[in-house]
C-alpha cells in the first residue's frame, strides 16, 4: 500500500470554499480502482489547513493517480487557492490494504 498524507495550506479568502474546490477531484479519486481511500480533515489548530490522507493498492495505481486528467486539473486549480507549497509524507507499507484496528483501546458501555 502506498500511504501519503498531505498539508495543504489554503489562502484566507479561499478557505471558506476549499472542499467545494477539490470535491470533484476526491469523488474522481475515490472511483480509481487502485485508490483504497481518500480523506480529508482540517487541522483544529490551523483553520487555513486541510489534511489529505489517501492510499493507493501499490506504486502502479499511485503512478495511474498522479498521471490522471483528473489530477493534473486539481493541481492547477488548487494552485490558485493555496497559500504555500503543500507539505507530503510518502511511504510504502508493505502487507497491507487499509484502515487496521488499534488495539490500545476499544468501545466500553458507559
Known amino acids: 500500500m502506498i500511504f501519503i498524507t498531505v498539508k495543504f495550506t489554503v489562502r484566507p479568502e479561499r478557505v ?64 490558485y487557492a493555496i497559500a504555500t507549497r503543500p507539505q507530503i509524507v510518502s511511504t510504502e507499507i508493505p502487507d497491507m490494504d487499509g484502515w487496521d484496528v488499534m488495539g490500545e483501546t476499544t468501545p466500553r458501555e458507559a
Not at 18 to 33: C, M, N, S
Not at 41 to 62: I, M, T
Open 16 to 79: 471558506d470554499d476549499w472542499l467545494d474546490l477539490v470535491d470533484g477531484f476526491t469523488r474522481a479519486t475515490r472511483r480509481e480502482p487502485g485508490n483504497l481511500f481518500f480523506e480529508w480533515s482540517r487541522s483544529v489548530d490551523d483553520p487555513h489547513q486541510f489534511v489529505l490522507v489517501e492510499a493507493f493498492r501499490d506504486a502502479a495505481a499511485g503512478g495511474e493517480h498522479v498521471n490522471s486528467v483528473h489530477f493534473r486539473a486539481a493541481m492547477e486549480d488548487m494552485s
